[in-house]
C-alpha cells in the first residue's frame, strides 16, 4: 500500500558530498516522521537524521553540523545533504517514514525503503 523509493547513494572520496533522496508513495493520508538510518557490516542499524512533519529534526552526535535533513510534505519526500563525508560514513542508508494511510487514519504504520550503498574511500 506505501512504497519508499530511495535514490542518491554512491561512491565518493573523503570530504565530498551526496544527497539522498526518498519519495514515499500509495494510500498515504499523512506523513509524520521520517528519518534516515544506516547499517554498516558488523554493526547494528542506526539513526542518523529524522524530521517531524513540523519540520524539528533529530541528529546523530556523528554527523551533527554535516549531514541535513529535509522534506518536501507536497511530494512526500525527505532527503538527507551529505557534507564533508568521511570513510566511517560508509554503509548502506535506508529510509524510514510513519505513515497515517487514508483507510487507516486512526492509527500509523511503518515503512522502509530499499537502502542505498554509500561509501566513502580515504
Known amino acids: 500500500q506505501v512504497q519508499l523509493v530511495e535514490s542518491g547513494g554512491g561512491l565518493v572520496q573523503t570530504g565530498e558530498s551526496l544527497r539522498l533522496s526518498c519519495a514515499a508513495s500509495?494510500?498515504?493520508?499523512?506523513?509524520?516522521?521520517m528519518g534516515w538510518y544506516r547499517q554498516a557490516p558488523g554493526n547494528q542499524r542506526e539513526l542518523v537524521a529524522s524530521?517531524?512533519?513540523?519540520?524539528?529534526?533529530n541528529y546523530a552526535d556523528s554527523v551533527k553540523g554535516r549531514f541535513t535533513i529535509a522534506r518536501d510534505n507536497a511530494k512526500n519526500t525527505v532527503y538527507l545533504q551529505m557534507n564533508s563525508l568521511k570513510p566511517e560514513d560508509t554503509a548502506v542508508y535506508y529510509c524510514?517514514?510513519?505513515?497515517?494511510?487514508?483507510?487507516?487514519?486512526?492509527?500509523?504504520?511503518?515503512?522502509w525503503g530499499q537502502g542505498t550503498q554509500v561509501t566513502v574511500s580515504s
Open positions: 524530521i517531524f512533519s513540523g519540520g524539528t529534526t
Open positions: 500509495g494510500s498515504i493520508f499523512s506523513i509524520n516522521d
Open positions: 524510514n517514514a510513519k505513515v497515517v494511510r487514508l483507510d487507516r487514519l486512526w492509527t500509523e504504520s511503518e515503512y
